[in-house]
């Protein structure tokens, strides 16, 4: 099973909403990650977690946050965020931060209002 | 730094016809590649990989080689179908501060028609 899923599959949010995006695997994966997709463009990396530790922030700004609350889960939390921010957000995992394969999940359809 | 360097789409192609998806690489020391698929509002599936010089990586009809040579890593399909229509994204890994991420290409997207 190479299955991560993320919910919700769509959320419009106002900019001073609070939301949160959720991910989840069950492969035993102990690396999971953050990407921005914007249309037509390739995903770029947020944030990356091994063994539930942040390991890289691509300079992301404050009012995305992200928590990893055990080795399946990772959450985003969004916070007064701008139009800009409306993008695909993909969630990925792999067995370890080193040379493994990451799979994806079908992502978070984002739109800030 | 590493990166990857992918034909411009879009490539629009009759149904059975040959496949080919360029990319070429830069990257110190010897990252491994990918091809990446994404459907139509869909996430990223992963497609096919090669971790080291020569190996040739197959998924659903679709090849690529790892040539260290020429740093490529094509992606052919010999009769495309209908349902291939999608965004593909070549890869590579680039280690930094000691976690791997991928480095995408700007994606090609390809569109077969019946």
């Known amino acids: 099973d190479t299955e991560v899923t993320q919910t919700p599959k769509h959320l419009v949010m106002g900019m001073t909403n609070k939301k949160s995006l959720k991910c989840e695997q069950h492969?035993?994966?102990?690396?999971m990650y953050w990407y921005k997709q914007k249309a037509k463009k390739p995903p770029e990396l947020m944030f990356v977690?091994?063994?539930?530790?942040?390991?890289i922030n691509e300079s992301v700004p404050s009012r995305f946050s992200p928590e990893c609350p055990n080795s399946s889960l990772l959450n985003l939390h969004l916070h007064a965020l701008q139009p800009e921010d409306s993008a695909l957000y993909l969630c990925?995992?792999?067995?370890?931060?080193?040379?493994?394969?990451?799979?994806f999940g079908p992502g978070t359809r984002l739109l800030v209002l | 730094g590493n990166s990857v360097t992918q034909m411009e789409g879009p490539v629009t192609l009759s149904e059975e016809a040959f496949l080919t998806i360029n990319c070429t690489y830069t990257a110190t020391g010897y990252p491994s590649l990918f091809w990446y698929v994404q459907y139509p509002g869909e996430g990223l599936q992963l497609l096919l990989k090669?971790?080291?010089?020569?190996d040739k990586g197959s998924n659903k009809g679709f090849e690529a080689t790892y040539r260290k040579e020429t740093t490529s890593f094509h992606l052919e399909k010999g009769s495309v179908q209908v349902s291939d229509s999608a965004v593909y994204f070549c890869a590579l890994s680039d280690l930094q501060g000691g976690s791997e991420k991928l480095v995408f290409g700007k994606g090609t997207k390809l569109t077969v028609n019946p």
């Open positions: 977690y091994s063994y539930e530790k942040l390991s």
């Open positions: 090669a971790t080291k010089a020569d």
């Open positions: 492969m035993g994966h102990r690396a």
């Open positions: 990925a995992s792999s067995l370890d931060t080193s040379r493994e394969t990451q799979y």
